[in-house]
């Protein structure tokens, strides 16, 4: 099972459209996949319009002990399954302060669960705290969403260290694998050079080896797209929504790339299973 947290610290860059479609997408290539929402907005979950009431079990009571991730485990469509998020999550980095072991609770439970997937997506909070740190020490890779617009870059280096130092301490399988730009709007020469900074600088980073070394700046551009923006609002991944938009077209030829590279990783990304 490929584990793969998507991860940006910066808001409004596309990371939950990407989680959610990203998702749907290699649901509907036949990969069976489990969405894990671990972003207190939960935005993902109300992305394919799961809004839980007060007695149903989230993320939240999964990593507080109360529930196992079956109990919490939605299924959406015939190969894709969600497990939700809630807004009681955002108290989840203070309750856990004290717990022993608390980088590990996101591993633990995915271990003792016996429904098997192809594809784990995590959606993770646009914030560093215990919450990511546990998608990190699950996750065999991270992909990288970014908007090609100089704004979207600030903090860059920050959450890169973040990723570095979490597979030198804590989870050594952990690598960068993929760069997602988003929002894409091919007419400007601003997304020209920002995706052309950041291709040159993995560039350099992947000759040193290490975490860097399987970097992949996907091909395709996730452009614009007005039917991507409009689809969370009805509860639909875009291939529910607008299944011929250039947001559906988008995502499905990412995930086909996705696809591909499973095939040129020399061995299993993950060592977890």
């Keep these: 099972m490929r584990r793969i947290a998507i991860i940006n610290q ?18 509907e290539a036949g990969m069976k ?10 935005h993902s979950s109300l992305h394919l319009g799961l809004a839980l009431g007060a007695n149903e079990n989230s993320i939240y009571q ?24 809630h807004i009681d999550l955002a108290a989840a980095e203070m309750e856990l302060a004290g717990e022993v072991g608390r980088e590990f609770l996101l591993r633990e439970l995915l ?21 990511t740190l546990n998608a990190l020490t699950t996750a065999g890779e991270v992909f990288l969403p970014l908007q090609p617009h100089f704004l979207a870059l600030h903090g860059f280096s920050k959450l890169l260290r973040t990723i570095e130092v979490v597979s ?12 997602i730009f988003c929002m894409y709007e091919g007419s ?15 560039e350099n980073e992947r000759a040193k080896g290490g975490i860097w070394s399987d970097v992949v700046n ?16 009805y509860g639909k991944s875009i291939f529910q929504y607008a299944p011929h938009s250039h ?13 591909e590279q499973a095939t040129l990783m020399p061995s299993p990304v993950n060592v977890h299973d």
């Design 10 to 27: 910066k808001g409004g860059v596309g990371k939950t459209t990407t989680a959610v479609n990203l998702s749907a997408a290699l649901a």
């Design 33 to 42: 996949v489990c969405l894990l929402d671990i972003d207190p907005q939960a």
């Design 62 to 85: 999964c990593l507080v002990g109360e529930a196992s991730l079956a109990d919490a485990r939605h299924q959406i469509e015939e190969n894709l399954a969600v497990i939700p998020s």
């Design 111 to 131: 271990e003792k669960d016996q429904e098997e997937f192809d594809y784990l997506i995590i959606d993770c909070p646009p914030s560093l705290g215990i919450l």
């Design 168 to 179: 030198k301490r804590l989870n050594p399988v952990l690598a960068l694998t993929g760069v």
């Design 188 to 202: 400007t020469k601003l997304a020209q050079e920002v995706i052309g900074e950041v291709e040159a600088f993995f």
């Design 218 to 233: 996907f091909e395709t551009r996730i452009r614009r797209n007005v039917r991507l923006a409009e689809a969370p609002s």
């Design 247 to 259: 947001g559906a077209e988008d995502y499905r030829a990412l995930a086909i790339e996705v696809l």
